[in-house]
């Protein structure tokens, strides 16, 4: 039996994310981002239409100049301004019950011991819903906002990234251990204190004491999800993530970088059904296929095709805002996104790619257009791909997600693309793996019980 597919709801906290210019549209509300009321009601909306993750990336600095100036993206909305998602999480978290919540957050942001307690606090209050999207963040304004020089080398940022996973994963996995909290009134134990432990950690970047301040949480480490597919991104993933996210162009080029980083997680120990994967898709649907296609022939309309090539050209810290859309595009090399740039290469066959690429890259080649059936039909290509999930993008909010809902799940719940509505309470892990907590073949696991030290005789033995 196939597996019905997973879907995740691919959101910013800002006024443009990935289609951009639509909140110029009167359907736009993504304009009015700084209400939390427009993400409640729409956190409410994706948990009762049974989607399982409500996904928020993030970026902590500007894209890449664009005309010679950063100025375009202020004037344009270029995910400026874009509030704290971890912050909106814990609004969403006590407004609804099963829904997974993830963000985006990148090492440069802060000292882990600071993430780590943030992370566990919104786990409890989510009651086990957290993920965390895992990046190094490819954006030069990003890293002289926290008093970098400039961009990190790419496979750097990735080495950078395992010292900080590692970090919490003392913090999360092995610095308190199972039943260490006990809250006896009657003893005046709170927590057993030989089941607490400081990790110690030396290393290239951090020195981390510890312990942990915060009990362990329902899942003790966010579901951790990770979007690069580089071969440094690659290695990094098949080591630490349990989900990936990808915007390959074609099922068949999904494929590759699925089986390419499950044949890795497999020689890190771990199994090859230990990741899920996720495939950014937008959907244009119509009652008839002239339907869709007038949409999207409106759609593209809309679609700010400046915004969209300073988006991607911008994430390669590269320029093209003088260039003539037809321009072809020499042999880049980037220190910033490599994998956007080989999709945006691999996604041309024929010719060479030229600037203009870059507006279709994450436009009309992650776009499947047509009726309930039609789109049913594409699904099942990309499931066949091996794809687990898929990371629905947005052209307006909510109604992109109000269409997904009442037009296309109905479809594919009928197929068995999608799961059958079901009111079940229980952690993100539990959604996508049937488990509260991280499998032993994660390399976090290895920190559980690690660091039990010698005995110390307990105050209030009374
Ligand atoms: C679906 C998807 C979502 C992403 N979300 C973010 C994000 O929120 N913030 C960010 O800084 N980078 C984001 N990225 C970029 C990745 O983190 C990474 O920089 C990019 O995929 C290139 O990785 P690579 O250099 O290892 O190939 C995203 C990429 C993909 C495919």
Known sequence: MKKPLLFSAFVMNTASHILHGLWRDEEGHQ???????LWVSLAQRLEEGGFDIMFFADVVGLYGDYRGDWKFHVESGLQIPSNDPLVLLSALAVNTKRIGLAFTAAPLQEPP?????????????????????????ALENAFHNFGHEGLTKHDERYEWAEEYVDVLYKLWEGSWDEGALVQSRETGVHADPNKVHKINHVGKRYKVEGPHLVSPSPQRTPVLFQAGSSTAGKSFSSRNAEAVFIIAPTPDI???????????????GRDAKDIRFYQGLHFVVGK???EAKR????LDEKIDYHMMIAHSAGGLGI??????????????????TKSILEWLKQSITGRKPVVGDFAELRSRSARIVGTPEMIADQLE????????GINVINATLPGSYDEFIDDILPILRERGLAKEL????????????GTDQLNERHPAAKYRGAFAETKVEQHFSG
Not at 295 to 298: H, L, P
Request: aromatic fraction near 8%; proline fraction near 1%; hydrophobic fraction near 40%.
């Open 319 to 336: 320029d093209f805002g003088h260039a003539d859309l037809d321009t072809p595009i020499e042999d880049i090399e980037t220190e910033g």
């Open 254 to 268: 999904a494929r590759t970088v699925i089986e390419e980083t499950r044949a890795l997680a497999v020689q890190n």
């Open 422 to 433: 079901e009111a079940v309470d229980g952690t993100l892990r539990s959604t996508l793996f």
């Open 31 to 37: 304009k009015d981002f700084n209400d939390v009321n």
């Open 288 to 290: 008839t296929v002239e």
């Open 381 to 388: 290509l990309w499931r066949e791909a091996g794809v687990d």
């Open 113 to 137: 011991f600071n993430f780590a307690r943030r992370v566990s606090t919104l786990d409890h209050i989510s009651n086990g819903r957290i993920g965390w999207n895992i990046v190094t963040s």
């Open 295 to 298: 949409k999207a022939a409106e």
